[in-house]
């Protein structure tokens, strides 16, 4: 998440530098080698851009107001993908799976005991880092969803389900 964030920031200034102050000088200097051309003295360009520290090559067409707008543009979308990206991630950090004596709360606030779990499914564990709690509650069966990648502590909490799985004084 930090990565994505920073790319889109990185790419908003890429983009609000163009859109600012690039394109700006890359019309200038266009504008100003197509008045050379116009005359005749291409000739001269190399000196008189080198003397502005300019690179001395043709410096193509002049940027028009629609590229500098784009740019502009592509540079304010970079900071609304940041924002939401950084967004996301304070909501989500906000979320958390925990176990309180012997009930599991997940990030939703579903509350489910210890004793009413029947059995872990974990088929996505060793790919994604998911374990399915399966449990049973007044004749209604239902699932709660350990997620290993997104909350801290989740092993601990699969842990505790496997002693309370075995049994007392068994092995999980």
């Not at 996301?88 to 709360?105: M, N, P, V």
């Not at 699932?143 to 997104?150: A, M, W």
Request: with cysteine.
């Amino acid at each position: 998440m930090v990565l994505l964030t920073l790319f889109a920031l990185g790419s908003a200034g890429w983009f609000f530098y163009d859109g600012y102050i690039g394109y700006p000088k890359q019309i200038v200097r266009a504008n100003e080698f197509l008045q050379f051309k116009q005359e005749g003295r291409t000739a001269e360009w190399p000196r008189y851009a080198a003397s502005k520290g300019w690179k001395t090559g043709d410096p193509g067409e002049p940027k028009t107001d629609k590229d500098l707008l784009t740019q502009k543009q592509f540079g304010i979308g970079g900071v609304v993908l940041a924002l939401v990206l950084v967004g996301y991630w304070l909501w989500s950090e906000s979320k958390c799976i925990r176990l309180d004596g012997d009930t599991i709360t997940s990030p939703t606030g579903k509350q489910v005991r210890l004793g009413e779990i029947r059995e872990l499914d974990r088929r996505r564990w060793d790919n994604k880092g998911i374990v399915v709690a399966l449990f049973e509650r007044d004749g209604t069966r239902g699932k709660l969803l350990i997620d290993d990648y997104k909350y801290e502590g989740a092993i601990g909490i699969i842990e505790e389900i496997d002693r309370t799985l075995a049994g007392p004084g068994k092995p999980a």
